[in-house]
Each structure stands twice: as structure tokens, then as C-alpha cells.
């Protein structure tokens, strides 16, 4: 009965898709305003300090090489709500998820427009690498070229980097998305900060190494823009509260049109979301509380995208 439902919904859903498409037939790739290929890596219970502190080799060299500053989650600081602000570029108030578990047959996908739909609407390819099962309510059906998530709780980094870089090896997307869980897992088993959770840090960033190797061969040195983030800290062997060490999160932008530096800007989860339809050049939907962050790039890359949004003007509608 459950199955059933969740068929006609997502048929119902699709149709919707293709009819404000005006076409049944899948959208061609385009080039995008300051960059073709925008690849954001979640890294699930990140804190800033922990890069700081043990000093991770990749992500390290991208905070040098890049743009990057400390930035802020929503509350609550769990994993579904924070995520589903990150991709859709709304606060939890009006996105609604508050949940944090997987209940797709109760309560549907995410009922706003995620970054995902927003860019596949507009032409872009899309995919995503989902390590926790709970990611579902964001694989909305007409959103993404290709997109994974586990049936049953969580999947290790080895298997969500080796499809990713598997996907790589045939595939340019537009936007591609690849959330990490270790640090999390460690968190919740061991304690933030604890060896256990160090290690799991080290193991992240080591996957953050041979994703950028796979997308530089089949991207091209020089022809990506990468953003990595995480949806929360923690403290103890938790998270989710208001407390400054589960709010915290990392933003650091690398590559194309990325200007080296600190970002002074105080930058929340939500504007991740609006940074990667600005590298893409697509205007945001009205009523978003995230901002991109322009102040990352270089002036021409601003230009790039100032001039790519103008251009785009009220065509770029938003999918409802
Ligand atoms: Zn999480």
C-alpha cells in the first residue's frame, strides 16, 4: 500500500516536472557563468576547529589555496533540517523539515525547491552521492540526473567517493554533490574531538583528495569550483543544540574564479545554496535567505555572473 503510494506520487510529481519543461525529453548540458562544474562536499559533523587543530593535508592546502571562513547552521544543528537548508537556501521555518530520519511514505519529499531542480530546470546536469538514507527526502523526482542514497541507514565513505568517482569517469555534471558521514558516526560513537573522531577527519579528507583527482581528469585542471562545507558541529557525543561548537561549520570555496583569502562575509548554510546558482548563473528565488558569496571570487568572475543573471532576468523562473 505504502509502495503504491509513493509510485503514483512520484509519477504525479514527474509529470509536473516535464510539464513545466514543456518537453519530455532530458535537457541538454550548458556552460555556466563563472563556472561549467560546481561540486559541493558535506562533510557531516565538521567543525572548523577540528581543521585547525589537526591540520587535514587537503583541506588545509584548499583553505590556503582558496576563500574560506567559519560559518553557521541553522537550529536545529541535526543533519536533515541543516542539509535541507543548505540545498534549498531557506530557513527551517518555512522548508518545514524538522524531522531527522527517513519517513518518505509519511511525509513526502522536501515541498520547496531545492538547488538540485532549480539547476536541472534550467538546463544543468545534476547528481548526487548521499551516505545516509534520511537524504531521500531531497532526491525529488525530476531534480536530479543521477542520484544514490542507502535503503537501509548509512554507507561509508569507500563506497560513496568509489561510485562518485566511478561517475566521474563517464560524467561531467553541472553540480555535483557528495556527503561524507565519518566524522559524524565517530562523533556519535566516541565523542567530537576524540581520537576516534580525529581519525575519521583524516579519512574524510583523504576522500576529498581522490574525489578532486577524479574531477580534475575528467573536469580539467583549472575548470571547477569547489565548495566544502558540513551541516553541523558537535560536543560530547552530540549535536543539535544552539551551543557555538554544534552551530559552527567550515566554508571554503576552491578553484575556478575563486579569489584567495579570508572571506570576511559572515556566511550561514543557507548560502551555499545561493553561491551555486550565482556560479552558475541563475538568479535565486525570491524569498531566499541565502546570499551569494561574492566576495569569495574575483571581479571577474562577479562580472561573469552579474552579467549571466541580467541576462537570464525573469526567464529564470523558479519551479513551484
Ligand atoms: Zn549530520
Known sequence: MKDRRRI???????????????????????????????????IDGLRPDAIAQYKPQTLLRLQREGAWAAAQTIFPSK?????????????????????????????????????????????????????????????????????????????????TIGDAQHYLKFNQPNLLFV?????????????????FYRLAVRRADAAVASLLKAAEKSLGAGNYTVIITADHGGHGRDHGSDD????????????????????????????????????????????WSGRAVASAFTPAARLAAAAAIEAAGSKAAVPR
Open 8 to 42: 503514483s506520487h512520484s509519477l504525479i510529481v514527474t509529470a509536473l516536472a516535464f510539464a513545466s519543461l514543456g518537453a519530455a525529453t532530458p535537457p541538454t548540458p550548458k556552460p555556466g557563468a563563472v563556472t561549467s562544474h560546481v561540486l559541493v562536499i558535506s
Open 179 to 195: 556527503h561524507i558521514g565519518e566524522p559524524d558516526y565517530a562523533g556519535h560513537s566516541v565523542g567530537w574531538m576524540s581520537v
Open 79 to 159: 543533519t536533515l533540517p541543516s542539509h535541507t537548508s543548505m540545498l534549498t537556501g531557506v530557513a527551517p521555518d518555512v522548508h518545514g523539515v524538522l524531522w531527522n530520519s527517513e519517513e518518505l511514505d509519511e511525509r513526502g519529499y522536501v515541498r520547496v525547491p531545492t538547488v538540485f531542480e532549480i539547476a536541472h530546470q534550467q538546463g544543468f546536469t545534476t547528481a548526487g552521492f548521499f551516505s545516509k538514507a534520511k537524504f531521500r527526502h531531497l532526491e525529488k523526482p525530476g531534480s536530479f540526473d543521477y542520484s544514490q542514497a542507502p535503503r537501509g541507514d548509512i554507507w561509508m565513505v569507500t563506497k
Open 244 to 287: 557555538e561548537r554544534d552551530m559552527r561549520i567550515p566554508w571554503i570555496v576552491w578553484g575556478r574564479g575563486v579569489e584567495t583569502g579570508r572571506v570576511s562575509t559572515d556566511i550561514k548554510t543557507m548560502d551555499t545554496a545561493a553561491t551555486v546558482l550565482w556560479l552558475l548563473g541563475i538568479r535565486q528565488p525570491e524569498g
